[in-house]
């Protein structure tokens, strides 16, 4: 309800969103399928997946992302990401943007891919459309005030969607991204309630052999992973797994990379063309002059100007 979110409605027409039922849950309880109509296509209760992405398209790629962060463990992973000589999609919470600016800054500076997974990690489909927008208008907002750069890929939380949540979703720009299927799901989340070394050990094995297994049968499509930077075991845990690209012999890149999205943001700027038709087939995303794009908005025609502390207060309030 505040007066921001109000501006960003007003730039959407959600009249024609389709109508299915609000869930309840943390993440929400699936009632029985045959009361879920067919067309609903909810991906937590109907293993329906619409037009998601969940594969890379090239076989041995191994389309590696992060959820949740950025948060003070991050770091560390940056470090063994660069050690590696690897790109990576972290899928960042605008309550850990605004907390931790200064590392998603160093994420986007070292050239990783910064994509949103909403302002709370509610489940989206327990939402009204109105408030779907406001969790992906403040983060947005917030890693724009940042980088300068509106994100372009989504990821909803616990992987909850339907054809509502999407028809929203779609109206502000972005493209949704899952996961290959719950084998390439590291579970590393689940690490934290008894972060043990045997846990540990026992669950790098488990990931490593679902990796192993894929390289030496990749099939025609690449796989998307699933990890966290939320908490140090989960970063523990990756730097355990990806040493196994090279044993598996599959090659990791962020998703805009496995993608081969030369603009990986919405106001992304495309590659000069030096003088020839076709263009020079590389970009990095950034805009020529971060300081001009960072207060345009291609789904928000007002300039953004509310504080970090606003921020939260409204999502609070809300």
Known sequence: NTPQVQEWLKAINLADVPVFPKHTGNPPACPAVTTIP???CWRSCQSCRGDDIVTCP????????????????????LTTLKENKVKATFFVMG??????PTILKQEFDEGHHIASHTWSHHPLTTLTNEEI???????????????????????????DIDNRVRAVVKKLGYIIVD???????SKDFNLN???????????????????TSYGSAPGNKGIITLEHDLYQVTVDFAKRILPVATSAKLKI??????????LPYQNSKPPANNGTTGGNGT??????????????????????TVSLAVIAAAISAF
Do not use: H
């Not at 090239?58 to 992973?77: A, E, I, K, M, R």
């Not at 309630?193 to 990796?211: D, G, H, K, M, Y």
């Not at 890149?253 to 030369?262: F, R, T, V």
């Not at 970009?283 to 953004?304: E, L, Y």
């Open 58 to 77: 090239t076989p041995g790629v191994w389309g590696l992302t992060f959820d949740d962060g950025p948060t003070t463990f991050t770091p560390q992973l």
């Open 283 to 304: 970009g990095t995303g950034k805009p020529a002059d971060n300081k001009n794009n960072a207060a345009s908005s291609v789904g928000a025609k007002v300039v953004m």
């Open 133 to 159: 927008v406001a969790e992906l208008k403040w983060t947005e907002k917030a890693v724009m005030d940042i980088t300068g750069m509106q994100m372009k890929y989504v990821r909803p939380p616990y992987g």
């Open 38 to 40: 067919a067309d609903q």
């Open 179 to 185: 996961w290959t299927s719950d084998l390439y799901d």
């Open 253 to 262: 890149q962020s998703i805009d990379e496995c993608l081969g999205d030369k």
């Open 95 to 100: 309550t850990n943007v605004v907390q931790n």
């Open 193 to 211: 309630a008894n972060p043990t070394e045997a846990n540990l050990a026992t669950a790098v094995t488990a990931f490593s052999s679902a990796l």
